[in-house]
């Protein structure tokens, strides 16, 4: 397929993530900030500010209102909600006709009704979290339209792939932001980074210990049975380009992903309960933004290449 | 929202003399505490309400949060969980108090369940009458001197309090058997804040949703298991049980099992789960059912529900019950009275929460003096709970008063009275949007495992019909999300501290296009 | 009198059964009139049994067969001495109010909770006058059995005291629950009694019978003086006597659940068939007891 069309759905991928992200990040904080602390039990630092420093924003201070309003519905800030959907609309638009119908209908909708501050009663203080909501519904809508109506084809592996790696990428912002450095983190808990990625149900089948800061990281990062953790979203990102990829033997990102996927395996088992996890959160990022530039090479030669912003 | 809708909230609320209400005045003005939330409500206005409540209606009955009436004739149908939409808010400093009266009271009863099946010595010195504790419907004879892990008997309490007109609270009622309505707790206070997050507005409220991890802490601390983690499960007694929402809740909550009886067998004194991986040990039990169906063999013989032998892997010491069995003991209606005694006796203190004036009718003077004041006093039975066969003497009419006076007089150590409480109110909506008082009562639930954690919240049980004290649920009864704000004021919120090293900014996909690349000439002109 | 005792249990299921939970209260106890010399118990299929004494001091031995079985045995020896009772005292109904009364009786004095509302009693109270709490006591080893047809079958183990006064027969049990009912209405505190009964013919020298677990009364009789303490005094309103030497208790409690001999229970939906058989032996020579 053309690299242009490649790339547009690796974005496309990336930015419906991103969006529900947000949300569920943005719900996740809004829900905690309206109470107060726990008596008994200390929380890991993830508060407004924290979801702006996760979105790399660290020089503005605003106060908790002002960085969920950004975080949600201002056209103005790129890192918003408003602003990853409306992206992903533009890509969606681009690539009509290899998604389905119904998939740009729903792109299409969620991105009418954000804008313009949304719907009528999303007036603040609660109006963010409304936006949230309705985001993490339409994209979890999205997903499951292009599961069910897109050819299991090159396509879908792009979109799929941009998806994963920004999942990834955006729980280990999560973790980064949020976890506290060293042994401080032993009995702080973590329940609102569950809350955040919408594991918190799964982490409760999967592990016995209470939702702490280290259990936690250690399940959000390698937890190959919650399809959310890093571990897993690398797994099935190898899956995507294995599946994509002309030789997949001598490719690039291709033998990236893998040596990762064998390296979070070996530190799930090599790393003794409670060791310090924010340098692997840092190391795993890095990798992942190798992998994108390796991607970018690959299979989008000369259409565009992925930076940074400003 | 026009300024007439605004104003009607405030001014058509009066509070009902002589009783507290505990977001206004007497005079109509709010509370200090209350001002803020005031506005709010205002500011939503009875169409506000009204439409929150359609949303809540929607939420409930989506996730399932709904409990049964019976619309007679053998019909019964789901209706949402009546959650009224005003919070009740309690200060910092009440709160401590409370909670300090609680925990006080906690532990006397759980030292009380000992001595009951053990030394007795608060029999012995002549402050409980043997006779009353052994004519307990809930005195377990079967586990007579069984001491369980770390002595803790009452691994889950919930108090049932009221605010009297003088603003004292006083225990109206203890619940150490199988408590229930922490799930409502919980559920009330997400729904608050998905449905109207703009009354949190200027308010820190105590967060509850660590309720699940503290009884777990607890149900782990107290598990005989010394090599693995402890394999705790929660055991319901089916989903026909009224409760099983709360059991499925906790359950959830806590990751662990929901079992049911056909699920647990004993076998040579240990308890075990059958799994599809042959059986496998459970350490702790939360049973959500009373003891007379936990094991035929010991209890009821009748009923072959339960587990046969648990008792004996109980006795045996490889499985801790929460709560254990025989608890019942401590909060039968005629144990009551003595709960002070307790305190005075066992802690060597004096109580922080006072009971209400209550009669024993097992004195035939009292009993005299009771049955010529039937109209003005509320008579309970002693070994019941959950409101059943309580008949509130001023709300009574003649016919039903007689019919307590012969229950009365046929067995009268099988009830108690008690002078009736004026509880206090708090501002509920009506079904035009309008608020309008009704009382309220509190319970607070208490964890025991290591130490006594108690959730800073509660259930706050609203009777929903006007002038209406009984505020069960399964009578009508409503709850109202029950808010104990944090000392200190806004300012002092700092947010919490960032991590040091930061992930860089997002990246974001940026388009190879051609980009021209020309030199400007630029030429200085030589003229000027 | 020195009796061994044998009680054997065998119960067969017409299909294999599982997890069969076990609980028996069947050890003599050792009191001021009796001594259990010697206890063994065997079962088959063979368990690990587990003993504590329960509320009421009475032992019991606990046991589950966990694997599945068709058939299963428990098989009770005991030895036993007991010595003649001493002679009941005498105490005046005022007595029955001391606090040193009130204290021994406890929560034997108690209505029976849970049952239901009994009607028809008046005829039996009335019968039952007498100047003495030990005359009442002696007078309803009398009345009951007059009253009322000893009429194995005619009731079940989880009969009430109202299906006797509906029926007028019983059992041991029925019998013996009825009079605690009598005497705690009339402020006697009573317990009910598990035991064995030497229920030989009383002139043949006869030195072994086969008889049943027997179900007799202990009523609390305040002391001749009143001011001493009370004291049990067993009674059989079945056999219309106090009890003596020919009385080998087990151990006391409210009513019968309190002191069942065997209670279990089993997976499987087998039905089971009981043969049960105690075997009592006079061990001491014939002629001291006639003595």
């Not at chain 1, 729980?171 to 932001?177: E, G, I, N, Q, W």
Request: hydrophobic share 40%; aromatic share 8%; net charge negative.
């Amino acid at each position: 397929m053309l690299a242009r069309i490649a790339h547009e759905l690796y974005w496309l991928g990336r930015n419906l993530a991103r969006a529900e992200f947000t949300a569920r990040a943005a719900e996740a904080v809004f829900q905690s900030e309206i109470q107060g602390t726990t008596e008994s039990l200390s929380s890991v630092s993830f508060g407004s500010g924290g979801l702006l420093a996760m979105l790399g924003d660290v020089d503005e201070q605003s106060s908790s209102g002002e960085a969920l309003g950004q975080l949600t519905l201002d056209p103005e800030h790129p890192g918003s909600m408003l602003a990853s959907v409306e992206r992903a609309r533009e890509g969606a638009r681009t690539v009509r006709d290899v998604i389905s119908a119904e998939m740009w209908e729903a792109i299409n909708t969620t991105s009418l009704r954000l804008r313009g501050g949304g719907q009528p009663g999303w007036s603040a203080p609660a109006g963010p979290y409304y936006a949230s909501q309705y985001v993490k519904e339409r994209t979890a809508l999205i997903w499951g339209v292009a599961n069910r109506s897109m050819l299991r084809d090159e396509a879908k592996c792009f979109l799929d792939a941009g998806g994963l790696i920004e999942t990834s990428d955006m729980v280990l912002r999560m973790l980064r932001v949020a976890l506290p450095p060293g042994d401080s983190a032993a009995d702080v808990h973590a329940l609102i980074l569950l809350q955040a990625v919408g594991g918190f149900h799964a982490y409760l089948r999967a592990v016995t210990s209470p939702p702490n800061a280290h259990p936690v990281a250690r399940f959000l990062l390698f937890e190959r049975a919650y399809p959310d953790s890093v571990a897993a979203c690398v797994d099935s990102l190898h899956e995507a380009f294995m599946a994509a990829d002309v030789g997949p033997r001598n490719s690039k990102p291709v033998l990236r992903v893998s040596r990762l996927a064998a390296d979070l395996d070996f530190q799930r088992r090599a790393l003794p309960e409670g060791a310090e996890l924010t340098g692997i959160c840092e190391q795993v990022q890095g990798e992942l933004t190798r992998i994108d530039q390796d991607v970018a090479e690959r299979y989008f030669a000369g259409a565009a290449s992925a930076g940074e912003r400003r | 929202m026009g300024s007439g809708v605004q104003t009607r909230v405030a001014e058509t609320y009066h509070p009902h003399a002589p009783f507290r209400d505990e977001l206004f005045e007497p005079d109509g003005t709010p509370r200090p505490a209350a001002v803020a939330l005031v506005h709010e409500l205002r500011r939503l206005g009875p169409e506000g309400l009204m439409e929150a409540g359609r949303r809540r209606d929607a939420i409930f009955m989506q996730q399932g949060i709904t409990f049964e009436t019976s619309g007679g004739a053998g019909s019964s149908h789901e209706r949402p969980f009546p959650l009224d939409l005003v919070p009740r808010v309690l200060s910092g400093e009440e709160w401590r108090a409370i909670k300090r009266g609680l925990a006080q009271r906690i532990r006397a009863l759980n030292h009380f369940v000992d001595d009951v099946y053990h030394a007795r010595e608060i029999v012995r010195e002549g402050l409980v009458p043997w006779r009353l504790v052994a004519s307990c419907s809930h005195f377990a004879r079967a586990v007579h001197g069984i001491r369980p892990p770390g002595g803790v008997y009452t691994h889950v309490a919930g108090c049932d309090l009221v605010r009297h007109s003088d603003g004292s609270w006083k225990v109206i009622e203890d619940n150490v058997r199988i408590p229930s309505g922490i799930s409502y707790v919980l559920e009330n206070r997400a729904a608050m804040a998905r449905l109207v997050p703009e009354l949190f507005g200027s308010y820190r409220v105590r967060r509850v949703d660590h309720y699940p991890q503290l009884l777990l802490g607890a149900l782990r601390a107290v598990a005989p298991s010394a090599e693995s983690e402890a394999t705790v499960v929660v055991w319901t007694p089916g989903p026909a049980n009224p409760a099983y929402f709360e059991h499925a809740f906790l359950a959830r909550q806590m990751g662990v099992e929901l079992v049911e009886a056909s699920d647990l067998v004993v076998r040579d004194d240990v308890l075990y789960t059958r799994t599809t991986r042959g059986l496998e040990r459970a350490h702790a039990v939360y049973r959500r059912l009373d003891d007379d169906f936990v094991d035929p063999l010991e209890f009821r013989p009748d009923s072959l529900l339960g587990v046969p032998g648990l008792v004996r892997a109980y006795r045996a010491g490889s499985v801790a019950i929460a709560n254990a069995f025989g608890t019942g003991v401590a909060d039968d209606k005629a144990i009551y009275c003595f709960v002070p005694e307790m305190i005075r006796f066992y802690l060597g203190e004096e109580p922080i929460l006072d009971n209400v004036r209550t009669y024993l009718l097992s004195d035939p003077e009292v009993l005299e003096h009771v049955l010529e004041r039937l109209a003005d006093l509320v008579v309970k039975p002693t070994g019941e709970s959950g409101g059943k066969g309580v008949m509130i003497g001023p709300h009574a009419d003649e016919a039903e008063i007689e019919r307590m006076r012969a229950l009365i007089q046929a067995d009268p150590e099988r009830w108690i009275a008690q002078d009736v409480v004026r509880l206090s109110t708090v501002p509920t909506v009506a079904a035009d949007g309008t608020l309008v008082p009704r009382h309220v009562d509190l319970r607070p639930f208490a964890v025991f495992g290591e130490r006594i954690d108690i959730v800073p919240g509660a259930l706050t049980r609203v009777a929903l019909e006007e002038g209406s004290l009984i505020v069960n649920s399964s009578r009508g009864g409503g709850s109202k999300d029950t808010w104990v704000l944090e000392d200190g004021d806004d300012a002092d919120r700092a947010g919490p501290p960032i991590a040091d090293t930061l992930p860089p900014a997002l990246p974001d996909l940026r388009y190879g296009a051609w980009v021209g690349q020309q030199q400007q000439q630029q030429q200085g002109s030589l003229g000027d | 009198m020195h009796f061994a005792i044998r009680y054997l249990t065998d119960y067969e299921y017409d299909a294999p059964v599982t997890d069969n939970l076990n609980a028996l209260r069947v050890r003599p106890a050792t009191t001021s009139t009796q001594r259990c010399d010697e206890f063994h118990t065997r079962i088959e299929p063979e368990a690990r049994v587990s003993r504590y004494l329960d509320y009421f001091g009475t032992e019991v031995l606990e046991f589950g067969i966990t694997m599945a079985h068709e058939r299963m045995t428990i098989d009770v020896r005991a030895r036993v001495v007991t010595s003649p009772h001493p002679d009941p005292p005498e105490g005046s109904w005022e007595s029955l109010r001391s606090g040193a009364y009130i204290d021994a009786a406890g929560e034997f004095a108690l209505p029976w909770q849970d049952q239901p509302p009994l009607t028809g009693l008046e005829e039996l109270e009335r019968a039952l006058d007498a100047d003495s709490p030990l005359e009442t006591l002696q007078l309803l080893c009398e009345v009951v059995p007059e009253r009322f047809e000893y009429r194995p079958g005619a009731t079940y183990v989880g009969s009430s005291v109202s299906d006797l006064l509906e029926l007028r027969a019983g059992v041991c049990q029925d019998f013996a629950h009825l009079s605690l009912v009598l005497l705690r209405r009339r402020g006697i505190a009573a317990r009910y009694v598990s035991g064995y009964l030497w229920a030989a013919p009383a002139d043949e020298g006869t030195d072994s019978v086969e008889v049943d677990t027997h179900a007799w009364l202990e009523a609390l009789l305040p002391s001749s003086d009143g001011g001493g303490e009370p004291v049990w005094v067993g009674a059989d309103p079945t056999n219309r006597k106090l009890a003596d030497e020919t009385y080998v208790k087990i151990g006391h409690g409210r009513f019968y659940a309190d002191v069942p001999p065997v209670k279990g229970l089993y997976l499987g939906g087998a039905n089971s068939e009981l043969m049960a058989a105690v075997t009592m032996s006079r061990l001491d020579p014939q002629t001291s007891a006639r003595a």
